[in-house]
């Protein structure tokens, strides 16, 4: 495409009603993944260096685009031009769904937040310009055929550990840690909500509209957000628009006629579209109600500390964290003991407004720290979403500054564990260093947060 930026403008000004300043506006918001997307070091440049020296590989290599090494049956074009696809998609369509479906301020609003400067809705872009890069490092079934299972999570491990593509993110595109770390996780939940298809095999609805009515399906979006609740509104949105761009655009996607259908070589795939739109619709509606209620919650939820002592100890003794999060953080019992046997330790309970106890934090200085650190702070499963360990670190984080008369404190933290780093993203804390840590190969990631 000679032009990128020119057509972009021009298929804005053919399907919105927009007056000249606005399409100016799409389109330089646009620019930068626009320039990923184009650029002849942005996105095929990259997604060609991964691209395995197995021989079945050949023509993938010399024709990375061609939709014969994509999947056919799924996807009507190459991963590059599906890419142009689902990038045009959000920039261009997706506001008319969501305006049909009555939540496109509450998108437009949660898309204009900010991340080091720039708002969600440029670093969103790129990751859907980067979202299938895992797919270039393609895999071989046993039969020979190629492997894109597990590509989402191989495309957040690029976009995380290629030096090359961070300094290109870094010195082409001007981004920061922060932003090209939302990008790598947005780009490894973009098929998140797809889960909901395997639930739905196993249903007595199948994969059709009454699922997306059906509690199964309520179930099974609740535990998505509750698992993802910092990227649930990206996960919605890249789940709808990586599913219109598999196929050429659809005259109305939420109804696909027999005679469509019947005359298209993607029978299977445009007759999922309809359910997609429905679920996608359902479920950003759920995430959308929670996300409220959580803001309304959040603003008069508060903890404070209290010692531990005879009478909450059976209390402290009792809180669990989740199975997922069991890998990352030592048992009750043994926060407890490493807390009462390092000097310069200081050690507590959570409290909720109604004084039951919720969680556990425990701080301190090791002799000759740089500064002081938060050992622990962790929240029993029952009580997790709820609002207690955004409040207990900002809690934890003013006592401390206070207490110590620093300038700075540090954690340390699993950086392969999305909810966890938005946390301490939106806390202030900035990645250092990977660390090693015995309980997971990948390290732990050091952290710091200096007063401002």
């Known amino acids: 495409m000679e032009n990128p930026s020119q057509d972009i403008s021009m298929e804005i000004k053919q399907t919105q009603s927009v007056e000249e300043d606005q399409i100016e506006k799409h389109t330089r918001e646009s620019k930068l993944s626009i ?138 595109l001007g981004l920061s840690d922060n932003q090209i770390e939302y990008i790598a996780i947005v780009a490894g939940l973009h098929f998140e909500l797809g889960k909901v298809r395997k639930i739905a095999k196993e249903s007595p609805e199948k994969y059709t509209l009454s699922f997306s009515k059906s509690e199964k399906f309520k179930e099974t979006s609740a535990q998505i957000i509750k698992e993802n609740p910092e990227f649930a509104v990206e996960i919605g949105i890249a789940f709808l628009v990586d599913t219109l761009g598999k196929t050429s655009s659809i005259p109305n996607p939420e109804e696909i006629s027999e005679d469509f259908l019947q005359d298209s070589k993607m029978k299977d795939s445009l007759a999922q579209v309809p359910v997609t739109m429905a679920v996608s619709r359902e479920y950003l509606m759920q995430a959308l109600a929670l996300k409220t209620k959580k803001e309304m919650i959040n603003e008069e939820i508060n903890v404070f500390f209290s010692e531990i002592n005879d009478s909450n100890i059976d209390e402290v003794l009792k809180i669990e964290v989740s199975e997922e999060q ?25 409290n909720n407004n109604e004084g039951k106890v919720v969680g556990f934090l425990s701080y301190g200085v090791y002799e000759g720290a740089r500064c002081p650190k938060i050992f622990r702070l962790m929240i029993d499963k029952n009580h997790q979403g709820k609002g207690y360990g955004k409040s207990a670190l900002n809690s934890a984080i003013k006592r401390i500054f206070e207490e110590y008369d620093t300038d700075e404190i540090e954690l340390c933290y699993n950086h392969l564990n ?26 732990k990631m050091l952290a710091r947060l200096t007063r401002k």
């Open 418 to 443: 999305p909810p966890l780093k938005a946390l301490y993203s939106k806390a202030g804390f900035v990645d250092i260093e990977i660390q090693p840590c015995d309980k997971r190969p990948t390290g």
């Open 326 to 350: 069991k890998q990352d953080v030592p048992d009750i019992h043994s926060s407890l003991e490493s807390a009462r046997k390092y000097a310069g330790t200081s050690y507590f309970a959570i």
């Open 35 to 172: 320039d990923a997307l184009y650029e002849e070091n942005g996105l095929k440049y990259f997604g060609k260096k991964h691209i395995s020296d197995d021989p079945r590989n050949t023509n993938f290599r010399n024709n990375p685009d061609s939709p014969l090494e994509h999947y056919p049956k799924w996807h009507e074009f190459g991963i590059i031009t599906h890419t142009e696809e689902v990038l045009s998609q959000f920039i261009i369509h997706l506001n008319s769904h969501l305006e049909k479906w009555g939540i496109k301020e509450e998108v437009s609003a949660y898309f204009d937040e900010l991340i080091d400067g720039k708002d969600k809705k440029q670093l969103f872009k790129l990751a859907m310009v980067f979202h299938d890069i895992g797919k270039f490092a393609r895999t071989f079934k046993e039969d020979g055929s190629p492997e894109y299972e597990g590509h989402e999570a191989k495309s957040e491990e690029i976009l995380r550990t290629d030096e090359e593509l961070q300094n290109y993110f870094k010195e082409n």
